[in-house]
């Protein structure tokens, strides 16, 4: 036992040395922090606070508060200045005057929300301030006058447009613009009761002011049928020469079968029977026997492969002709120095009767 703990436990002359220095440095760094705070004490950071009084409650901001900012003001009558003086951004600005030239008054406090960008945390900080003529309440109050009278076009009014509507807020603004930009146009007046909340009496009030510009109707109504067009499927097609947008208005095509129709044609050289069409991988045979019920085929767009000219890579290229097939022409060629009869192929052992009758279409001598 006394050997065992000798050997583990027993340190060296440099090896003592070595945790000697272990020890005090590690006793110097747990010094540190204290002596660090002896010769360099934390000064308190100085935050000057100045009491503000206002609904009852005492708060406590920096000499520099925004609420130091505000100031009273009547929304009806401010200008751009004092608005900018109220911190209001350049956009807001423009959209709060626009809104006053179109017609549109403020009789409320909260109808300052009608502004599109005016946020709720915005108008709560304005809110004590506003100031609104007892001449504006009565007119709210007594006057059946509508907040404007001009007429808009429904196609071509902006967000300031609607909102000097009657009855038309930020929420019906959002929804009446987000609806035009989903469907592109509108094709007719009725078309707005499609903006979800627009029931018949908010129709029939805003019916007055509201427009639809026969040039911008025709247009529509000339994108409709288009549309309309371009989305049913074709009555005839010419299978050699349709192209895969067509094909993809066919139910059951999408852009990828119409991609490997077109691809399969190009790599044959064209059909020269509406058949082939099923060759095609994995179509559907219901979907084939659709698209052929309304389709003619013209041979004459079939491109040719010329055996005695072509290379053994052209020829192999063809869907019906394998390299061995490809390589096993070259070698009659030879034989033959030129093959005037497609039937000499069958001299070949690859080529059989069905073979020489698929490829016979595409081959010329």
């Known amino acids: 036992m006394k050997h065992f703990l000798r050997e583990y436990f027993t340190l060296s002359y440099s090896e003592r040395n070595g945790l000697m220095l272990l020890l005090l440095l590690l006793t ?77 008054r403020f009789y409320e406090k909260d109808d300052l929300l009608k502004l599109y960008r005016m946020s709720k945390e915005r108008y709560l900080r304005l809110e004590p301030y506003i100031r609104i003529g007892e001449s504006r309440k009565k007119e709210r109050r007594y006057s059946r006058q509508p907040l404007m009278t001009r007429t808009i076009d429904i196609n071509d009014a902006d967000s300031i447009d609607w909102l000097a509507l009657p009855g038309i807020g930020p929420v019906y603004t ?53 549309v309309k067009t371009e989305n049913s499927e074709p009555e005839f097609i010419e299978l050699n020469t349709v192209d895969s947008a067509t094909l993809t208005r066919f139910k059951g095509i999408g852009p990828y079968y119409a991609q490997r129709i077109v691809r399969y044609r190009q790599a044959l050289g064209g059909f020269y029977k509406k058949e082939q069409l099923y060759e095609i991988y994995r179509l559907d045979t219901a979907v084939a026997d659709h698209i052929l019920a309304r389709a003619s085929l013209d041979t004459t767009w079939i491109r040719k492969l010329n055996i005695n ?30 093959i005037k009869d497609k039937k000499i192929l069958l001299r070949s052992y690859l080529v059989d009767e069905e073979l020489l009758r698929k490829i016979a279409p595409y081959i010329e001598l």
């Open 309 to 338: 000219r072509a290379s053994a890579k052209e020829l192999a290229a063809h869907p019906y002709i394998s390299r061995a097939v490809a390589d096993a022409i070259i070698r009659l060629r030879l034989d033959y120095v030129k």
């Open 174 to 226: 959002h929804r009446i613009l987000a609806y035009r930009r989903q469907v592109g146009v509108f094709y007719s007046i009725d078309e707005l009761q499609e903006v979800y909340g627009m029931d018949s009496q908010r129709m029939e009030r805003l019916g007055p002011y509201l427009t639809l510009h026969d040039s911008l109707k025709n247009k529509a109504v000339k994108i409709q049928a288009r």
């Open 28 to 104: 110097l760094l747990m010094l540190a922090p204290a002596v660090y705070r002896h010769f360099f004490p934390v000064q308190p950071a100085e935050l000057k606070i100045v009491p503000l009084t206002g609904d009852g409650t005492d708060t406590l901001l920096t000499e520099e508060s925004e609420a130091d900012m505000l100031f009273p003001f009547d929304p009806n009558t401010i200008g751009p200045e004092e608005l900018k003086k109220l911190g209001m951004d350049t956009l807001l600005m423009d959209q709060w005057l626009k809104y006053r030239e179109a017609g549109g």
